[in-house]
């Protein structure tokens, strides 16, 4: 079972892999050794998951700010262990950068087998990228911890599906969902978020996600084509569902959202530079 905050591992894992490609150009893409023996095209899709992934793609274009409520559950069948944490997210995105901050108001963790439900514990924890550092603070326990990511602005570029280690459901392209997994819209039920559309997504075997989830399901809204759920399984029987709720979109955002620092001077305080971030040179 992990003990870690939710989305403290997923931010982490992404500032690792956006610091080993800090700073470093992309190379060009290879042309195919032998252009008689290309890939076949592939299968063309339902007419109506194939429009729905343009709405979404379009809408995912052009967002600029998303906030929204949101409640993470996080269950590990084996064990009958359940982490509940509730807050909310603010997300910004322009041609220049994205930033992002994920609050935690608080944290509950309960063994199914006990009759007894535990009441939450206050954490007031904050997660935020500001298109350079990633900073967690955490307020119970008085920490704030900073790593440079990058010494130019991260773009949505950067946050395409395939190019980090989550499927973040912003920054989404259809070119990129159908390359990574197989797609089927399925009908609504009673338990689906009012007025959505529902996605089961499977990874490819070839794709970034295989390893990492057996399944993920999309919930989009009707309207704006926008997250309004995300449940995940993964190998090892854990299943985690994320639900947005209030939503607003392009609703200007404080730039100071996106950057936390101590309240007080007995706060504890860590910095990592980028320098430090990067990987050790594989030995000769």
């Known amino acids: 079972m992990k003990t870690h905050a939710p989305y403290i591992l997923i931010t982490l894992l992404l500032a690792a892999s956006l610091a080993c490609a800090a700073d470093t150009p992309n190379p060009p893409d290879s042309p195919p050794a ?42 590990q069948l084996d064990l009958d262990v359940v982490t509940v944490q509730t807050g909310r997210l603010y997300y910004q995105a322009d041609e220049k950068r994205v930033c992002f901050r994920i609050h935690f108001d608080d944290f509950l963790q309960q063994d199914l087998e006990d009759d007894e439900k535990p009441r939450p514990v206050k954490t007031n924890e904050d997660i ?18 900073k790593w440079e990511i990058a010494r130019t602005p991260r773009k949505p570029e950067d946050f395409r599906l395939g190019k980090g280690p989550f499927p973040l459901p912003f920054a989404l392209r259809k070119a990129d969902i159908i390359a990574e ?22 990874p490819k075997p070839k794709s970034t996600f295989a390893e990492e989830y057996t399944t993920l399901e999309l919930w989009f809204s009707r309207d704006l084509y926008l997250p309004r759920q995300l449940r995940f399984a993964q190998p090892d029987n854990e ?16 730039e100071k959202e996106f950057k936390l620092q101590a309240p007080g001077p007995d706060w504890s305080i860590e910095t990592v530079p980028l320098k430090d971030n990067l990987p050790a040179p594989e030995d000769k």
Request: hydrophobic share 35%; glycine share 2%.
């Open 34 to 75: 032998n252009p008689q023996q290309a890939q076949p095209a592939p299968e063309p899709l339902d007419p109506a998951l194939d429009k729905l992934l343009d709405n979404i793609e379009q809408h995912s274009t052009n967002l600029k700010t998303f906030q929204a409520d949101m409640a993470y559950r996080q269950e």
């Open 128 to 145: 935020a990228f500001d298109g350079l550092w990633l900073t967690r603070r955490n307020e119970r326990t008085k920490f704030l911890q």
């Open 181 to 202: 997994f197989n797609i089927e819209l399925v009908k609504p039920c009673e338990k689906d978020p009012k007025d959505t559309h529902h996605l089961i997504l499977k």
């Open 239 to 254: 299943v985690t569902l994320v639900q947005w709720t209030k939503l607003k979109i392009d609703k200007k955002i404080p």
